[in-house]
């Protein structure tokens, strides 16, 4: 593959914005209400606290790795330039692994709730449907895909800001409260194997947020729009997260809201009945919460893939750009197999008497938290490696930021193994499968500093 392929810079400030939250905010309408079952409602509220603090410790430093190599490798890249190519693999494979196992249980979501409308509709089938559609439509051009998910992300917290109004009426913080330090699981009797247990489930409200950097090839001035997409996008997505997490809780029952794919629309059935017009509006409109992630998220997946392959980490078909329409397509088609072959893969990724969503969200979790611990290394390596390397955006309250961070990686990561050792097994098998491939590719030799020299604006 020939250094001078690369993708076309359109995107502006409030595109990259849509793409930070719009990755992020089908979160908010699922898989967190999971972290309830582990540790009940008062036990999830200091996990995601917790969780929330890295994650704006993450995104402090993160903006300066992304604006100092724009790179569509994101974290491969500045993993490459810091450490070489054994670290570039693991940060490349663990983001990877992350953003190809999200969009499963997101579509999976977006089968459940079409269900709710269409009894006859089996979940996976609409999954899949959603799968074919997304990719078609990332395939036709970045600019159309952008545009598409700014639109989708402002109906989305429109939606969600809806719900928040609505359920308020009949709200009261006495439902949050009452048994919440009790999950349904029973994971541990005690209070703090319960609090780790429900890590990966507050990582899910903000999960993915970090693909912008899959798209700083593709933003036209990456050095003033990435901070304020990351910055505003964390922002927004703080706000939304404990809002809806409160405000669902305290609808009534939360042990009725725990273990099932739409909390959002069964807290709403409490106040409103299921009858209710608005209950079948945040059904259809909910859908685009969930479609700005999984749309976002195929951009975010087939821009990793591009990058890994046009660096030799993979097969050097996946660096393949459509001609006419400018974008990585097979990438986009890669990832969407593996997607599709997760959703009916039960014998593999349902076990540890956990469901389906619960064990991807696990995997993509294990995936989001190597990724961020290598990054954070990365970015004090390469301060004192590359002390002259230009930072437009240098990391706020480093180095306390970068340490935390890793601080706080390193815990949930450890408490993720611990409670699902199953899945980490997984976890760590795909990677030592992707090395073997990666050894095995007639194209190992890496292409260290030529390679992202010219990316560095």
């Known amino acids: 593959m020939s250094q001078e392929v690369h993708l076309k810079a359109t995107l502006g400030t409030v595109q990259l914005w849509a793409i930070a939250v719009g990755l992020v905010i089908s979160g908010e309408y699922f898989g967190w209400s999971y972290g309830w079952a582990s540790a009940g409602t008062l036990g999830f509220l200091i996990t995601t606290v917790f969780v929330a603090a890295m994650y704006t410790a993450f995104i402090f430093c993160f903006t300066e790795l992304t604006t100092s190599i724009p790179h569509a490798g994101g974290p491969f890249a500045y993993a490459q330039r810091a450490f070489g190519p054994t670290g570039a693999y693991l940060a490349g494979a663990a983001t990877l692994i992350e953003f190809v196992f999200a969009p499963p249980a997101i579509a999976l979501a977006i089968g459940s709730y079409l269900n709710l409308q269409f009894p006859s509709l089996v979940p996976r089938t609409a999954a899949v449907i959603a799968y074919i559609v997304f990719m078609l439509l990332n395939i036709v051009g970045v600019q159309v895909a952008a545009t598409f998910e700014l639109f989708v992300t ?36 005690h209070l703090f194997g319960g609090l780790f247990a429900s890590i990966p489930f507050a990582i899910w409200f903000f999960l993915a947020i970090e693909g912008v950097a899959m798209a700083a090839e593709e933003a036209r001035e990456p050095k003033r729009s ?8 964390i922002g927004t997505l703080l706000l939304l997260a404990f809002g809806v997490m409160i405000f669902a809780g305290s609808a009534g029952d939360w042990r009725m809201l725990a273990n099932i794919n739409d ?79 997760a959703i009916f893969s039960d014998k593999v990724i349902s076990f540890g008497g956990q469901p389906l969503t619960a064990n991807i969200v696990t995997v993509s979790a294990l995936g989001a938290l190597l990724m961020y611990i290598l990054s954070m290394v990365a970015l004090i390596v390469l301060r004192k490696k590359e002390p002259e390397l230009p930072r437009p955006f240098r990391a706020i309250g480093y180095p306390f930021t970068p340490i935390w961070t890793l601080a706080c990686a390193c815990i949930a990561i450890g408490s993720l193994v611990y409670y699902n050792r199953l899945v980490s097994l997984l976890f760590v098998a795909l990677l030592v499968l992707g090395y073997g491939i990666y050894r095995l590719s007639h194209r190992a030799t890496m292409r260290e500093a030529p390679v992202l020299d010219h990316e560095v604006q």
């Open 263 to 341: 909390p959002l629309p069964q807290a709403m059935k409490l106040i409103v009945g299921a009858r209710s017009g608005w209950l079948h509006m945040l059904v259809w409109l909910g859908l685009f919460g969930l479609i700005a992630s999984f749309h976002g998220i195929i951009l975010g997946y087939s821009r990793q893939i591009y990058a890994l392959a046009r660096a030799g980490y993979l097969p050097s078909f996946l660096g393949a750009i459509h001609p006419s329409f400018g974008t990585p397509w097979l990438a986009i088609l890669a990832g969407g197999v593996v997607g599709i072959a």
């Open 154 to 189: 402002l109906l989305a917290i429109g939606e969600l800001l809806v719900f928040m109004a609505v359920v308020f009426p009949g709200a009261h913080l006495s439902n949050f409260v009452s048994h919440g330090w009790a999950g349904s699981n029973h994971i541990s009797p």
């Open 226 to 233: 990435i901070p304020i997409a990351y910055l505003t996008g």
